[in-house]
Nanobody, 126 residues
């Protein structure tokens, strides 16, 4: 079993930056898909960013392209979401997610992931 522990997040003004971290334990995730999703009140969970494995190509949602970046540490077991130029519409609970099996494509649907972090609130004030 893999456990994901998230850190970071908080309250920031419009235009500010935050970095979220997601540390995996229990098994190496360096060769497996990892992703970030977010969920705003009253809305469905939506894709933010993902990578297939450590040092692979990445993909971000159109709504955050050019502002958010997903990356992993050298060992590949901590995933980061660097968020810049934050907007009020980025306010949500952010979740990291992982998958037990490998993928040759980047996965962007929540039900394609097997385990989740506890979530962390990001609030962007106007």
């Amino acid at each position: 079993q893999v456990q994901l522990v998230q850190s970071g997040g908080g309250l920031v003004q419009t235009g500010g930056s935050l970095r979220l971290s997601c540390a995996a334990s229990g098994r190496s995730v360096s060769n497996y898909p990892m992703a970030w999703f977010r969920q705003a009140p009253g809305k469905e969970r939506e894709f933010v960013a993902a990578s297939k494995w450590s040092r692979s190509s990445t993909q971000v949602a159109d709504s955050v392209k050019g502002r958010f970046t997903i990356s992993r540490d050298g060992a590949g077991n901590t995933v980061y979401l660097q968020m810049t130029s934050l907007k009020p519409e980025d306010t949500a609970v952010y979740y990291c997610a992982g998958r037990y099996t490998r993928s040759v494509v980047i996965l962007t649907e929540p039900d394609e992931y097997d385990y989740w972090g506890q979530g962390t609130q990001v609030t962007v004030s106007s």
